[in-house]
Nanobody
Framework: VQLQASGGELVQAGGSLSLSCAAS????????MGWFRRAPGKEREIVAA????????SYLDSVKGRFTISRDNAKKTVLLQMNILKPEDTAVYYC???????????????????WGQGTQVTVSS
């Protein structure tokens, strides 16, 4: 699977942004999906994960209640809706796919196998 992330831009604190990840290739619905981010000087961290069927999601504690991950298997897309953005959300955001995923698991770890290029999100204070 190949992944293409988009939607990153400069936004003011308190604002909203929606990131999109478009997948190509076969069997998109066999992959668990996740959004990661890497802030300057920090390690990569997973922000949100969604199960193959879209029915289960998991979030990093610091984004719970502000971010929402969703997927459309027919369109082969994964979205990350980010609300009430904070300066500490500034990072390069990546989408990733995980093979060998069970249908109802949202994997909030870093064991992902396919990566898209990043998209820059900058939140100004």
């Amino acid at each position: 699977v190949q992944l293409q992330a988009s939607g990153g831009e400069l936004v003011q604190a308190g604002g909203s942004l929606s990131l999109s990840c478009a997948a190509s290739g076969r069997a998109f619905n066999t992959y668990g999906m996740g959004w990661f981010r890497r802030a300057p000087g920090k390690e990569r961290e997973i922000v949100a994960a969604i199960s193959r069927n879209g029915g289960y999601t998991s979030y990093l504690d610091s984004v719970k209640g502000r971010f929402t991950i969703s997927r459309d298997n027919a369109k082969k897309t994964v979205l990350l809706q980010m609300n009430i953005l904070k300066p500490e959300d500034t990072a390069v955001y990546y989408c990733a796919a995980r093979s060998r995923s069970i249908l109802t698991a949202a994997y909030l770890d870093d064991d992902y196998h396919y990566w898209g290029q990043g998209t820059q999100v900058t939140v100004s204070s």
